[in-house]
């Protein structure tokens, strides 16, 4: 059975910092492209972070610069961290593993990241 299970979310004033991390059981983790989703309420699912098999990294444009992906293949873990944390960060943050061949994703549960102003 896959589980995406994701840590670390909560609430946090604006500037500060958050790091959410994503454990990953029932895959071959090393061989997936591993990435962190978001949604606000009444906005659409939209990129935040990406991570491929090979560590090569890709970013949503509204989080250049401030967040960090990275991935333990060791652990079977994702971690992002998140810097200079803005309110339009606030949503719910997905973990998300998916592969081509053969075409496979699985998603967490979500957790909630609520920056204040």
């Known amino acids: 059975q896959v589980q995406l299970v994701e840590s670390g979310g909560g609430l946090v004033q604006a500037g500060g910092s958050l790091r959410l991390s994503c454990a990953a059981a029932?895959?071959?983790?090393?061989?997936?492209?591993m990435g962190w989703y978001r949604q606000a309420p009444g906005k659409q699912r939209d990129l935040v972070a990406t991570?491929?098999?090979?560590?090569?990294?890709n970013y949503g444009n509204s989080v250049k610069g401030r967040f960090t992906i990275s991935r333990d293949n060791a652990k079977n873990t994702v971690t992002l961290q998140m810097n200079s944390l803005k309110p339009e960060d606030t949503a719910v943050y997905y973990c998300?593993?998916?592969?081509?061949?053969?075409?496979?994703?699985?998603w967490g549960q979500g957790t909630q990241v609520t920056v204040s102003s």
């Open positions: 029932g895959i071959n983790f090393s061989f997936y492209t």
């Open positions: 991570i491929t098999s090979g560590a090569s990294t």
């Open positions: 998300n593993a998916r592969k081509v061949n053969p075409r496979t994703a699985y």
